[in-house]
């Protein structure tokens, strides 16, 4: 994390993972380092979409 520069360093971070769990601890360690950062609860597979299914 000491990486990035303040002009750099993002404004905001979307932290997610499959389920949340490691998405909700990477998140905690952001915010505990000065990062704004937000986790996506429940993770990507709360959010699957089957794009390939008909209508009706």
Do not use: H
């Amino acid at each position: 994390m000491s990486e990035w520069t303040s002009s750099t360093r993002p404004k905001n971070l979307l932290v997610y993972c499959q389920v949340g769990y490691r998405g909700n601890m990477a998140t905690r360690i952001l915010l505990q380092n000065g990062f704004k950062a937000a986790n996506l609860t429940g993770g990507y597979k709360s959010y699957e979409v089957d794009l390939f299914q008909p209508e009706g």
